[in-house]
């Protein structure tokens, strides 16, 4: 698997080679390393792809600003300071509106295919039936993105092609960060709205600054969430645990305290930095980026050593 740098600069509207999908299957995520890992943390931005096919694009309901209103916009820069105090840096090249990394392989919705779905396939789930799955029915304002109904060997090539690679280069990352520092932690970072959404259990409430989530303590050593809250307080960021947001399928999956794997999701909200109607970034986001690159300095000189106990090497 190719890891090489790369930096994701394409803007969606534009036609180029980034506006195929054998383009996107091709690279679908980027890692950004340092020359060595200096620290046990990985840092991984699922939702912030922004190269649209343009196939996606012509099938679907919606225009190109209401297709990106599913993404973490500009996630990735915010967090970018990571690869420079010693830590890679795994992006999503796929946006979360053609398919969602945050999910389990195979969370599809019936009423979206022309044919019945394969029974290994999880179409009762919660977010399924938000229209949230792997293959996303709506878009974050649960606008309808397709006219028509899928094939399901098109989702089937879409997780074969982009989701399973995305898991593989995390997997890989974890595991070696797992072997050589006998832990790991994953951050996931993520963006949200400013106000809960009509769906959400927060519908029209004005949200904190960013929102930790560790599965209500389950995904990761408390001292690690602890450590993250009172850090993001010190920087002058008000934050909450796991509302409402506690995590999602990567934050479950990923973490195993017991054998030295934690995880930690992130969510930002995205009027610190961004305009969430234009889906353009502000002044905000250079100042966030400074503290967030401060953060991740401040976490990773937090004493992590009574974290490797768990056990070296494989951890899936």
Known sequence: MDLAPETATTDPATEGPDTTEAALFAR????????RQRIPFVFSSPHSGRHYP????????????????????????????????????LQARFPRAYLDANREPYELDPSM??????????????RVAGGLGTIARVVSDTTEIYREPLSYAEAEERIRRLYMPFHDTLKELLEGTLKSFGCAILIDCH?????GGPTDN??????????????????CAGAITAEAERILRRLGYSVVRNNP?????????????????H????????????????????AGLAAMQKDMTAFIDELAAWDWSALTLGTRGAAF
Request: a negative charge; charged letters at 20%; glycine letters at 8%.
């Open 113 to 126: 295919f022309a044919e019945p779905l394969p029974p290994h396939v999880n179409t009762r789930s919660l």
């Open 202 to 219: 927060d519908s029209g409430a004005d949200r904190p600054d960013i929102v930790l989530g560790d599965r209500y303590g389950t995904s």
């Open 191 to 195: 963006s949200m709205p400013s106000v």
């Open 263 to 282: 995880a930690l999701q992130i969510e930002v909200n995205r009027a610190l930095y961004m305009d969430e109607a234009r889906l353009e970034p502000t």
């Open 28 to 35: 679908p995520v980027i890692v950004e390393s340092p020359p």
């Open 54 to 89: 343009a196939s996606f694009v012509a099938a679907s309901n919606l225009d190109a600003l209401t297709l990106r209103r599913s993404e973490d916009s500009f996630v990735e820069e915010l967090f970018a300071g990571a690869v420079g105090l010693g830590a890679p840096l």
């Open 245 to 261: 947001y506690a995590g999602g399928f990567n934050t479950e999956h990923y973490g195993r305290p017991r054998r030295g794997l």
